[in-house]
């Protein structure tokens, strides 16, 4: 049912990731009133689920995460429990 409007939902969801299932059933209705209705809000929820975890899988398994986290060395971690272990 989403198909014809899929490019449209991710591009919405990219221009604001933050963009709820509720909002995006909201802009559905306005666009085609006699296909969505309220009735189609879970369908909607599940749609904006799919493009997180898909975005999230892509952030994960392409190593963006770690390039952002500070990691330390495990010989300076191991140098940071041995001075509060002597103090």
Same mark, same amino acid.
């Given at each position: 049912m989403l198909d014809p409007f899929e490019a449209q939902i991710r591009a919405w969801l990219e221009a604001d990731p933050a963009m709820s299932a509720a909002e995006?059933?909201?802009r559905?209705? +306005?666009?085609? /009133?006699? $296909?969505?209705?309220k009735k189609n809000e879970r369908l909607a929820q &599940?749609?904006? &689920?799919?493009? $997180?975890a898909e975005i999230?899988?892509? #952030? #994960?398994?392409?190593?963006?995460w770690m390039k952002s986290a500070a990691i +330390? +060395? /495990?010989a300076a971690a191991g140098e940071d429990i041995a001075h509060l272990m002597t103090a």
């Open positions: 995006i059933l909201q559905l209705m +306005s666009a085609d /009133p006699s $296909r969505f209705t &599940k749609a904006v &689920k799919a493009w $997180r999230i899988g892509q #952030i #994960i398994l392409g190593g963006e +330390s +060395s /495990p």
